[in-house]
């Protein structure tokens, strides 16, 4: 039995007026999500929700052809998969500008609650959504409609899995793995692998798990 997964299909609808053809548009976009670890192998990450094996996402090609939309960044959600001795899956993370007046229509659930865990390891990231993120309008969305004007942006998180077993269980080799791939922060590493992991790969444990040499 795996840990939850990030429980929803995160997902939302820009409609507006295209500047380019002055014809109504509308695009939406459902987002993969990271899945459960269970006892023998970690979460996968980005995935869309088990339940809906008919969803697909939407490319960035067609998403900015279809809309005026700049995708400023796609990538997996460094720290959003619960740690464990095998991790959850990392969630998705996208930063989109407006460059003409657009509808937004955020469609989520899972936006307060952890995604949980088994066996001692640790929750997820949940869901979502900051719009105007940076400035004095700042305000987290959930299930809402609202408008953006020209050079506004919206962040899309889509939550990560819960992690299996205790953490300090994890293989170190694997914490610095995924350090290096930009799964797990340097910091996080320490607060809650236990391995303390320097700019060259080269690692230490801390006294919860006994100390230890730097790697070679």
Known sequence: MPAASGSDVPSFDITGIHPRTGELFSVSQNEG???GAMRDHDGANGLQHPSTSLLRNTS???LEQQAPILHERLELWTD???PGRRRGGLGTRRDIRATAPIEILSLKQKTKTRPWALHGGGTAEP???VAWPGTDRE???RTERFDLEPDERFFHFAGGGGGYGNPLERE???VVDDVLDGYVSREAAARDYGVIVADDGTWTLDERRGGGDPSS
Do not use: D, L, N
């Open 80 to 82: 959003s998969g619960g």
């Open 139 to 141: 305000r987290v969305i």
């Open 127 to 129: 869901t979502a959504m």
């Open 60 to 62: 960035i090609e067609v």
């Open 172 to 174: 170190p080799e694997r």
């Open 33 to 35: 999500i990271g899945w």
